[in-house]
């Protein structure tokens, strides 16, 4: 028996604008999230400037707090990919 490719049903496509304006947003948060992290990083590895100041100022982030969010980001680190490959296997056992 032949394997059937798999066919989505899709609905209307996304126009080039939506899709650049949807790029940018997640290229904005993707930004803001990377300089939380680092700062908290940074902090927590003892590098203190000016500029890692302000921008703990600038966030309104707790310099204490930073330990409860890199255990967090250690839990995001393992648990994503789970989910992912959970996922994969789920959308292969569907193609076939």
Known sequence: MQKQPMDP???????????YVRGLVLTAL????AMIVLANISFKAG??????VSLYLLFNLKAHAD?????LMGLLLIL???????????????EH
């Open 30 to 33: 993707w930004g803001f999230v």
């Open 9 to 19: 049903i899709i609905r209307h496509q996304t126009s080039r604008f939506s899709r």
């Open 67 to 71: 330990d409860h969010l890199l255990a």
């Open 80 to 94: 994503v990919p789970i989910y992912a490959g959970w996922r994969w296997v789920c959308l292969r056992k569907e």
């Open 47 to 52: 590098w203190y400037s000016d500029t890692l």
